[in-house]
Each structure stands twice: as C-alpha cells, then as structure tokens.
C-alpha cells in the first residue's frame, strides 16, 4: 500500500464498513440511493478518522449526532475495534 511506502496513516473505513454490512447488517451505511453514506455510515467514518487523526479511542467520544445512542455507541465501539486492530 502506497500509504506504508511513505510512511502515511490510513483511516480504517473499509474495514470498518465490511465489518458492520457482515456483523450488524440491520444498520443501514446507505442512504436509499445507494450511493451516499447514510447518517450512521458518515458517523462510522467520522469515529474512523478521529481514531486515525488523532490517535484516540473513539469510544470516549460522547456525541451521538442525530443517531440512537445506542446505535451510536455500537458504531464508536467498532471504529475503536477496527482501528486499533490495524496498529498491530
């Protein structure tokens, strides 16, 4: 990967997304159009990218957007998971 070549840091949004769609297929990272990261899908990847950016563990993040909070929760918890499984 380009990103190990020069030394950059990945945000694990893929896996974090493969992980949901095979583990908790009931929340929908969509929007109806197929296309566009629903509501939980952008907050997957904003909790990937605070992970990545700034080397925390989203879990101790307390804002749940507009999302349920235990949806909210869930969705934290495996940005943590996948992100500090790909500083190993």
Known sequence: MLAEQIGARTAPV???WRYM??????????????IHPSMEGSYLAACCLYATIFNNDPNQLSYDYVLPPEVAALLRKVASVVAWEGKK
């Open 21 to 34: 769609q095979a583990h908790h297929p009931e929340v929908e990272l969509f929007n109806p159009d197929a």
């Open 14 to 16: 893929g896996p974090a």
